[in-house]
T-cell receptor, first 114, second 116 residues
Framework: EPEVTQTPSHQVTQMGQEVILRCVPISNHLYFYWYRQILGQKVEFLVSFYNNEISEKSEIFDDQFSVERPDGSNFTLKIRSTKLEDSAMYFC????????????FGPGTRLTVT | KQEVTQIPAALSVPEGENLVLNCSFTDSAIYNLQWFRQDPGKGLTSLLLIQSSQREQTSGRLNASLDKSSGRSTLYIAASQPGDSATYLCAVRPTYSGGGADGLTFGKGTHLIIQP
């Protein structure tokens, strides 16, 4: 069964460093998402991506964040200058269509900022 | 702003019992509602998707219902097993556009323990 994959599973970085989280969505999906979950809190939407551009973004997704689909398979989230409060589990998800189909989530990347 | 609440926050029942998890949302303008399962330190596994026009969906021992007008959904688990132990999350997709509406709004989840 197709699944969303994410790398790395765990990333430790120092405050102020740039990180890139990588995702490979399900191959026939057209909509891609990033969410985050701070420990003990709800899963929060960050950004959606469709047709090679950002479709929607939440208020969390500020100028330090960016997303890219560099090729036909990968979808990346870049955090330019990490802060302690960026420590969280980051989930990538994909869907054929957000209105009629499920969103499928990857296993997540645990980001620890020290 | 849409708020999703799940009660109870935690539930522990003996194996074999049938149980109901509750989800409520403040804004009934939704396209669909999705139930997920999350195992500790892991990703989210989609269990069921209910469109706003549907009343319920079934998958194996799971049955989810939706009452959009009252802002409620329930997840019914029949004949619970220890392997069902996990956190169950409810999430809604709003109908409005803009402001991050593409994304799902999640509840905090119900932590379920099935005692062998």
């Amino acid at each position: 069964e197709p699944e969303v994959t994410q790398t790395p599973s765990h990333q430790v970085t120092q405050m102020g460093q740039e990180v890139i989280l990588r995702c490979v969505p399900i191959s026939n999906h057209l909509y891609f998402y990033w969410y985050r979950q701070i420990l003990g809190q709800k899963v929060e939407f960050l950004v959606s991506f469709y047709n090679n551009e950002i479709s929607e973004k939440s208020e969390i997704f500020d100028d330090q964040f960016s997303v890219e689909r560099p090729d036909g398979s990968n979808f990346t989230l870049k955090i330019r200058s990490t802060k302690l409060e960026d420590s969280a589990m980051y989930f990538c998800a994909s869907s054929r269509s957000p209105l009629t189909y499920e969103q499928y989530f990857g296993p997540g990347t645990r980001l620890t900022v020290t | 702003k849409q708020e999703v609440t799940q009660i109870p926050a935690a539930l522990s029942v003996p194996e074999g019992e049938n149980l109901v998890l509750n989800c409520s949302f403040t804004d009934s303008a939704i396209y669909n509602l999705q139930w997920f399962r999350q195992d500790p330190g892991k990703g989210l596994t989609s269990l069921l998707l209910i469109q706003s026009s549907q009343r319920e969906q079934t998958s194996g021992r799971l049955n989810a219902s939706l009452d959009k007008s009252s802002g409620r959904s329930t997840l019914y688990i029949a004949a619970s097993q220890p392997g069902d132990s996990a956190t169950y999350l409810c999430a809604v997709r709003p109908t409005y556009s803009g402001g991050g509406a593409d994304g799902l709004t999640f509840g905090k989840g119900t932590h379920l323990i099935i005692q062998p």
